[in-house]
């Protein structure tokens, strides 16, 4: 277990951590609200590209988790940053839902549909995925645009199963204009971990990533130096572990096993 005083802040993955669809997980609503009384810094970090931070928050609020949008990091909010802070220029195609749409729209960066003229292809979750919308961003890739994935995510789970998610989106663009992805933005990435820590304003050490995916929660903490906790609620096995030697500090079967004050 963990004691309540070795972190200041603590970053929990949604999706498969907190809930699964709209059912919240074993021991949640107990952990948030001790962790609270206790005046640590709380983040919930997903890899979605489909739901805003305002619609997470009602999500979360819903289940009776409250939380402010200041605590919570989706990719189609850290698209919008990254290309508002570092490629304000660009015209963007996008792959993706109306949330990631949106969220370029409300910082003003330029949308095109005509794949001759995009800069950037920026890939989403895209449940409504056409062979007439790969043609066009292998198009754009092939004219030049740099291919810009939000996440890495190659399954996401539902109450039955998993759906695919946008990896496998961004992979067949890839494999269709035979150019490599240029950058992820999504956990394990850097540019993630350092979203993390402006907003918490912690040393990296003193934050913990709870998340159920060794290759993004748990590789996030491990490239950046946060301490990990893997919880067994989602995609990942305990005996995925060994499979892919991806070690997390901790292991809990559900957040009801993760602290102690």
Known sequence: MVHVNDYDAFCFDLDGTIYVEDTLLLGVKDLISSLRNHNKKVLFISNTSIHTREACKERLGKMGIETSVDEIITTNYLAARLFKQNIPNAKVYIVGEHSLIEQLMNVSIKLTTNPLEATHVLVGLDRDFTYNKLGHAMQAVRNGAKIIVTNPDVVCPVM?????????????????????????????????????????????????????????????GLNSGMKTCLVLTGVTKRADIEDTRIYPDYVVENLSELLFA
């Open 160 to 220: 039955d199963g998993y759906i695919a998610d946008t990896f496998v989106l961004a992979q067949a663009i890839e494999t269709a204009s035979e150019k490599k992805i240029d950058m992820i933005i999504g956990k394990p990435s850097a540019y993630y971990s350092r979203a993390i820590i402006d907003l918490l304003r912690v040393p990296y050490e003193k934050c913990l990533i709870v998340g159920d995916r060794l290759e993004t929660d748990i590789m996030l």
